[in-house]
């Protein structure tokens, strides 16, 4: 091993530690329930009752004009729910490197383990969380109020971009949270102001024409909502265009991420 | 040597960048306006931690860093360990690396401590199964018991410790660095650390150690490297080093800053040894001498400013650094009274058994703390004659005895 020459790539580095990013993700989940009660359910809580916010608000209080193809409460679910594990990942990677300090001081540990486990371990929420949406999906059919498609197969596709999408930018925030701690309340901001751009609580076609939905179209965020709830709960597949453009954002973000990463790796143990 | 060292480290440095809250905004606007963030720290900026260090380390070989605090000892053992890379130089590092930084570092106090074994485990290098075999073992070691299937939050500071020490010598590294970790745990627990690291030296294991008790140092480590502000200072025998570094101490805590030194003689020259030589019972010097014959060891000394507080001390090592004979005044009991004008001091030794081979002679004169008035090292060498080479560094005087006519005396 010589400690000038170049860093191994982030993927060879991740493959051959996939046995430690594993165990920490267990012990992140395993750490995150000892001691309370009721466990994972309390990872299924903050989600639903944020569904059930938003489905009393726009449902009851101030009825949305919104012609969504399915129960609004359901299509509010498919898009929360994935928002959920990107924002929790980047928040979480905004914090995993100094959290994670003795160990990136004191032991020899590859830094690029800590974003991933970041990354995985919401995905595990994430897809603990999704029975419950497929129950809420077959409690909505037998009342005859939608129909199951098949489409629900092409969802672990829309996963994987996904988890490119943020474990790239993970990889990014992660390296710059380092460097700038500003960068956590920033970023706080920033993804409030994202969640109301992009189409979690409204269809993007039902944004006024003009500057506004040219804004929520650009979003590169758009097209990995349309393909998650086109896919999961919609029954249908969206138009190509749409899956071009996610499978550019996952491509450019992953690249940014790993390019950042990799240019601050070297510094990360002594600033943390 | 054939085989090549497990670390070297040619001319290794290390700058910090400066974290002023100013320097970081400059370069987060840098970062994100002009792209800056990865260009190299420009030279001269920042605080130099360490520079020119050079340092091999052969398999088995145990080098300690001794030196004050900041001196740049933890810096090298991170940079050996690859948790900082050098800004200037190499620094290569053959086979897996153990670092025993911080024990324990990184334990997760909600989970049990067979789960943080496993972990840290891994971090260190080892595969699941690996780790999974060697897992009874780092339980008995660590002495835990029941505890193990335990939150590690409920751990006494000893249990932790223990645990964290165990897991870290359980890869059998080939370099491992030992970070001033040997103070902690029990007098019995200190001793089990120590023979397994013993242990890990016999078996080949290089071993890099940063400690202030330079007794331990002397014990454990064949060579020493003694760092001041971040630069070596000497580089030898882990004795020459420690001395070099206790006088240094001695004489700063007597107000006269860093005794006068170059990497062979340093001292405040209130005294200086003039002459160092061996000398046959005529007087004579000489440059070979017959295994076992008489020989002295004359110190010829001029006193600057008489002196009451005073020890004369010699050392003999073989060319290669091993230690063969030390002592001085101090040890034996002598009392000094009052040193001044010229002299000298001699030392006889009735037979010189020594093995053949070249000997070197490292002369002192100190205070009883310490602080060097004049410490000279291979100031002296002479060459070790005999009719059979024996190998060692000791020859007594010896006859062999066979019980009856079994062998033949050889011929005169």
Redesign the interface.
Known sequence: ????GLNPGIIPSLVKQR??VA??VE?EL??RY??TLLGYVWSLVNPLLLIAVYAVVFTLVIPARIPSPVPYPLFLFAGVLPWLFATGSLLDAAVVLPD?G????????PPEVFPAVTVSSHLVHHLLALPILLAVMVAYTVAGRMSFSWTIVLLPLVLALWVITFGGLSLAVAA?AV??R?LKDLLHNLLNLLFFMSPIIYMPDSVPEGTLRNIVHANPVTPLIVLYRGVAVEGHVPQASWWGWAIVVAGASWLFGAF?FS??R??I???V | MTTPPAVRIRGAGKRYPSLTRRGKLNSLKGALLHGELWRRQRSGEGFLALADVDLEVARGETVALIGPNGSGKSTLLKLVSGILHPTSGTVDVAGRVTALIELGAGFHPEITGRENAIINGMMLGMSRSEVMGRLPDIIEFSGIGPFIDQPVKTYSSGMYVRLGFAVAVAPEPDVLVVDEILAVGDEAFAHKCLDRITGLQRNGTAILLVSHDLGLVEAMAQRALYLREGRPVFLGSARAAVSRYRADVASEEAGQGPAKASAKRWGNQAVTLDTVELVDTEGAPIQVIRSGEPATLRLAYSVREPQEDFVFGIAVHSEDGTDVYGTNTDIEGWQPQELSGRGEMRIEFPSLELAPGRYLVDAAVHTRLGMAFDYACEVCSFLVTAPVVWPGCYAPRHHWRPDGPVMLPPAE
């Open positions: 091993m010589s400690a000038t046995g430690l165990v920490l012990r395993k750490a000892r001691g994670n003795p160990l990136l001081k004191k032991v020899v540990c710059l460097h700038f500003d950042v240019r601050l070297d510094s143990a002594e600033t």
